[in-house]
């Protein structure tokens, strides 16, 4: 499958199967997770990997129950390194590279996934504090994305999209 397929099929996956993801194709997405591109290469990003169901669980309630997060057969829990993101720039790498650098990480892994047949869905709308708690993270990570990954048990419609009219500007505004 070709990027941009993979970009132009990839949808946000709701409900998942009980097919097991094997550890090769979770191997897979650490290994996309890890190339991609950060701000200076500093690579100012961790991931924790949640299977157990109780965590999940857990999890789920921390993202205002989200139900994807407990149906998924894996989380990723992609979080900025702080410490790293001031350590290579300072406050801006702290409040905005740490956080581009956990985007890519995050797109890296959607797009290898729906490569794969597995679904995903990104989400960010959860309480950071609790999840915090969930994983266990030190002071300095900070929880940006969970990434729900399994087999899909939908495949829903595209969702509608800008034209390149309504948000391109040539030189400037």
């Known amino acids: 499958m070709d990027v941009f397929e993979a970009i132009r099929g990839r949808r946000s996956i709701r409900k998942f199967t009980s097919q097991v993801v ?3 194709m979770v ?3 650490v290994e996309a997770a890890r190339m991609a591109p950060t701000a200076g290469n500093a690579q100012a990003y961790m991931l924790v990997i949640v299977r157990e169901g109780e965590r999940k669980r857990r999890l789920s309630e921390a993202a205002f129950g989200q139900g994807q997060v407990q149906m998924a ?8 390194d702080l ?3 001031m350590a290579s ?3 801006r790498g702290c409040s905005l590279y740490c956080l581009q650098d956990t985007a890519a990480v995050t797109e890296n892994v959607l797009l290898t996934a729906y490569s794969l047949g597995l679904g995903t869905c990104w989400i960010g709308a959860f309480d950071e504090t609790a999840v915090k708690s969930v994983i266990n ?9 969970m990434i729900s990954i399994g087999y899909p048990a939908e ?3 595209p969702r509608p999209r800008r034209l390149p009219s309504e948000f391109v500007h040539n030189e400037t505004f």
């Open 137 to 145: 993270a030190p002071v300095d990570m900070r929880p940006v994305v």
């Open 27 to 29: 191997n897979v997405l």
């Open 73 to 80: 057969f894996v989380v990723f829990v992609v979080c900025a």
């Open 22 to 24: 094997s550890e090769e």
């Open 155 to 157: 495949m829903p419609m």
């Open 83 to 85: 410490k790293r993101a």
């Open 89 to 91: 720039y300072g406050e």
